[in-house]
Nanobody, 129 residues
């Protein structure tokens, strides 16, 4: 199984920045070298549907961003640490949400279509105006 733990959320003023981290653990990450998981970030605000924020392939060369965050957010990963990052700049009040990461152990070429069956508990991001 896979365990994912997010960190780095908090309260920030509009225009500010935050960096979220998500570290994966478990047998799938540590012991199976043929697994090349894609990792993604989602967010969900109260009363709204879950939104796919972005994803990154195993090698880091395939990255997808939702239009709502393109140019402001940057996804990166460190496979040696089983960690994916979400650098968020130019934050807006509408970015306020619970952010959580997810992993797809067998991702499709189009990362936006991945199943991302394993998800963390999330970290809250609140942007004040």
């Amino acid at each position: 199984q896979v365990q994912l733990v997010e960190s780095g959320g908090g309260l920030v003023q509009a225009g500010g920045s935050l960096r979220l981290s998500c570290t994966g653990s478990g047998r799938t990450f540590s012991g199976r070298t043929f697994v090349r998981p894609a990792m993604a970030w989602f967010r969900q605000a109260p009363g709204k549907e879950r939104e796919f924020v972005g994803a990154i392939g195993y090698s880091g060369g395939n990255i997808y961003y939702a239009d709502s965050v393109k140019g402001r957010f940057t996804i990166s990963r460190d496979n040696a640490k089983n960690t994916v990052y979400l650098q968020m700049n130019g934050l807006k009040p509408e970015d306020t949400a619970l952010y959580y990461c997810a992993v797809d152990l067998n991702p499709p070429r189009d990362l936006a279509l991945g199943a991302y069956d394993f998800r963390g508990q999330g970290t809250q991001v609140t942007v004040s105006s």
